[in-house]
């Protein structure tokens, strides 16, 4: 509270009035003794706190409204009140009592009008005089929509993220001598990633311990981000969490698009260098970029297959258009140099297996013949025959490795006939796949 005088004597005074003072109206009266003076107190940042106390703060507040001589003014988003309301008394009184609360306390409502600027060429202007290479050229539509998505519209969450990029910039030039060339592009996924930093610091703390396109589209996922214990804090938080997830979905399928070069919905290794290189370049990271476990899988079937055709074709048409491989919520964990364990939503759902004698074998989770009914039963294009043949079990193919048992590495009771579904319609082959698979991960869950 800031009080102004006309003389230091009147302000000495005022001081020792103030000393002798026992309650707040007569605080106010000793500044506000005529009709000219007023004393105004400015409360600000509400929505920065928990909308509960928020709704408490305003509580407060209204004892002191009929104060004579006494001015309030609030700063406070309505939705805020809303979401306090609704916290501290339910949801069926936040419907009937919020906004008759709101109206209670406030006497002259004035809506800030955030939209008399032109965010997209604020930014162009700020982000100009950060001296990014290629600011000129940065993508206006997609630095409103990532800044948007992310830190709002803010005037000073904005110029935060300005002043990061003008201090990552000076890295960038102390660096010049060991980086490669910068792009347009490359500045664009830079702000982003800054933007993603200053907005949400424990989801880039958690996409830092994991930099892949996987964990991209995981966290477009709003059950993988209602599961992740590092993410909590976030959205303890978050006054709207429903709000929160849609804009870190829209920030991270924005950015996703503009990795996405090539337009084919995926990001593969050489599209997300840029990511990587952006990071070790701004010093978020210094991890080199590493494929990923499926990519390496990939490859190490190919070796073993020797050129085999089938083989080849079955990878390009059929699985890596599969659920199996395009799902980032089915996470490869890389085990020794033959196969790799298939998690799912923190369970082993199988591996993937790649031998001499056989390139690739899908081990899955699940009792062979309860897989075969559980697919009957959610899908009747399977033929009998189908069944029978797509779907083996380990004793069968264990059999098969020798005339003595033997064991075969891996996890997991029932084995996918890849060489069976060799045969099918690539078409066709998908989508028996996907349904096994899709199968294996509701038995898992089955007895929750």
Not at 91 to 104: A, E, L, P, R
Not at 381 to 394: M, R, T
Request: with cysteine.
């Amino acid at each position: 509270m800031t009080f102004c005088g006309p003389g230091l004597k009147e302000t000495c005074h005022f001081i020792v009035a103030i000393w002798k003072t026992k309650n707040f109206q007569e605080l106010a009266q000793i500044w506000a003794d005529d009709e000219k003076k007023r004393v105004v107190i400015c409360v600000d940042d509400l929505d920065r706190v928990q909308p509960v106390i928020a709704l408490e703060m305003l509580e407060a507040i209204k004892n002191f409204l009929d104060v004579d001589g006494c001015v309030f003014i609030l700063a406070v988003d309505f939705e805020v009140i809303q979401s306090g309301m609704k916290e501290k008394l339910g949801v069926d009184v936040q419907k009937t009592s919020g906004k008759s609360f709101f109206d209670k306390i406030i006497q002259l409502p004035f809506n800030m009008p955030k939209d008399s600027y032109d965010l997209k060429a604020y930014l162009g202007k700020l982000i100009s005089e950060t001296d990014l290479p290629y600011a000129e050229k940065m993508d206006k539509d997609y630095l409103r929509e990532i800044t948007s998505s992310s830190v709002g519209s803010n005037p000073r969450s904005i110029k935060r993220v300005m002043n990061y990029a003008r201090l990552i910039n000076l890295i960038r030039d102390e660096n010049k001598s060991r980086e490669e060339s910068f792009s347009t592009r490359d500045s664009e996924i830079l702000y982003a990633i800054i933007c993603l930093q200053i907005a949400w610091p424990e989801l880039f703390a958690h996409f830092l311990s994991d930099p892949t396109s996987d964990m991209m589209l995981n966290m477009e996922n709003w059950e993988y981000l209602d599961r992740t214990p590092q993410l909590k804090p976030l959205f303890e938080r978050a006054p709207d969490e429903e709000r929160l997830k849609n804009n870190i979905s829209t920030f991270f399928d924005t950015l996703f698009s503009k990795l996405d070069e090539d337009g084919d919905g995926q990001i593969s290794d050489k599209e997300f260098e840029s990511v990587m290189k952006v990071m070790k370049m701004a010093q978020f990271t210094s991890v080199d970029m590493k494929p990923r476990p499926r990519d390496q899988l990939m490859q190490m079937i190919k070796n073993n297959s020797k050129g085999n055709q089938e083989v080849t074709s079955f990878l390009e048409n059929v699985y890596q258009h599969s659920s199996i491989y395009l799902n980032s919520e089915f996470v490869y964990r890389l085990s020794g140099t033959r196969y790799v364990t298939l998690v799912y939503k923190r369970k082993q759902l199988g591996s993937l297996v790649t031998l001499k004698s056989n390139p690739l074998v899908i081990r899955l989770n699940a009792n062979p013949e309860t897989l075969k009914s559980y697919v009957k039963k959610i899908s009747s294009n399977f033929s009998p025959e189908d069944l029978e043949n797509i779907i083996v079990s380990l004793d069968a193919v264990v059999r098969g490795v020798g005339e003595k048992e033997a064991s075969l590495t891996g996890f997991g009771d029932a084995i996918i006939n890849t060489k069976y579904l060799m045969g099918k319609e690539p078409s066709e082959a998908i989508r028996m796949l996907n349904l096994v698979t899709d199968a294996t991960s509701a038995i898992l869950f089955s007895n929750e």
